[in-house]
């Protein structure tokens, strides 16, 4: 007779008095341990409801497999494919848990760096309160404070900070940052007129053969995931903001964690790298917009806190020239800031609607700037004049996305409905991709700096060849969603295409490329 658990010749045969069922005696004593009843009849059952059975000694039959040498050769390479399989997983989880533990070490000595400095800080800003009290008379009036430059420190105050009244000052673009620009549009036109695709971009099979060949767990898993990529043009350093309030600096050929930045009460909805001077810039759901300077010991602080919006910053844009750069928010405005003081030259609003901002972009040649909105609008700008010169009607729910080609004709755009092409020069749709269902967004498009391939991310990783707008515009390669949570929120191509940088909603940085190609790693 055979256990009525295992199925197997017991070795230790005992019955139930309750069910007389036959059952294993160390199968049937940890199940009545854990749960107190009968597995199969579910009836109350204790150790004392059992009982031995006397049996002769038990010769247990060979398997089918045992009665040949090669049927027991395949016994043995199952045994041994299992063994490797074993092992290799644990070789696995003992990689992941190395990996984890030095984050985690460098996470702590960063924050231990962090919070050294505050402290630093602290002390200095104390005594030169103190000092400050002594010099300057308590008689001195009030009207001081409410004429004072409401940029002190590179540092805007609130509206609320400056007394009742007092408005924040907008001077304005002046006409040297317009010549700026205009020479910036100028040259970049020209250059663009002779503009050859760099030989070393990554051709399309190599792309077909991508696939994912790192994931680095960046943020916190208390509050995972993150929602904005950067990547370095002239180095492979990226720059990830996350929901759990954190922006992270990574080195990608190391794999290594080079400074997290801490300072936003809430999440990060946009980072942006400025390639000169080791700058980056950050914008929060806390309604600030912070600008972080690189130094020689890998750290970043803080120089400026930005505080002209009245809602989530979504979006930030920096221009051409890496002298300036532009904010969208919730509140319904786009900011116009000089990089180097942090001020605030002009902040635009819209009369005529009453949609905040939720996505940006500037074109390339940095005159012309691209919104998208909560209602599902696209709107071109005249950065010279502040005005809306265009706007681009069709997509349904909020735009979750802006990315323009490096050819200065195409605009690709993303919301709930999908992805769809415009062509500048005639202001139209040419091209619609939808390649989600109407329940998931494409969170987030991007060409390359080439103009070549196009990368989308929603519950899925896809990579559309860009072409023209009378060809077709075909799907090259599509990565599955490794996080397990159907929402890749961010992509972004390397330099030259040769690797894919997705953040998505599990915390993890996953970078696609080539196996064994070192080359996609240098700067």
Known sequence: MNCSISGEVPEEPVVSKKSGLLFEKRLIERHISEYGK????GEPLTA???VPVRTGKIVRPRP?????????????QLEWDSLMLANFAMEQQLHTARQELSHALYQHDAACRVIARLKKERDEARSLLALAERQIPMSAPSTVAANASVHSNGKPAADDQLGPGVRNVRPGISPNILDDMTECNSVLSQQRKRRQISPTLAPVDALERYTQIS????HKTSKPGILSIDIHSNKNIIATGGVDTNAVIFDQPSGQIISTLSGHSKKVNSVKIVPRDDLLITGSADKTVRIWQGSDDGNYNCNHILKDHTAEVQAVTVH??????VTASLDGTWCFYDLSSGLCLTQVEDPSASEGYTSLAFHPDGLILGTGTTGGLVKIWDVKSQTNVAKFEGHAGAVTSISFSENGYFLATAASDGIKLW?????KNFRTFTPYGPDTPTNSVEFDYSGSYLA??????RVIQATSVKLDWNTIKTFPDMSGTGKATSVKFGPDAKYIAVGSMDRNLRIFGLPGDDSAMEP
């Open 38 to 41: 009968c597995p199969i009849t």
């Open 48 to 50: 004392d409801d059992i």
């Open 64 to 76: 089918a497999q045992a009665a040949s040498i090669p049927g027991m050769l395949g016994m043995f």
């Open 215 to 218: 994931s680095h767990p960046l």
């Open 320 to 325: 051409a020239t890496n002298n300036y750069f």
């Open 423 to 427: 062509d500048l020069r005639k202001l």
């Open 456 to 461: 989308a991310a929603g519950s899925d990783i």
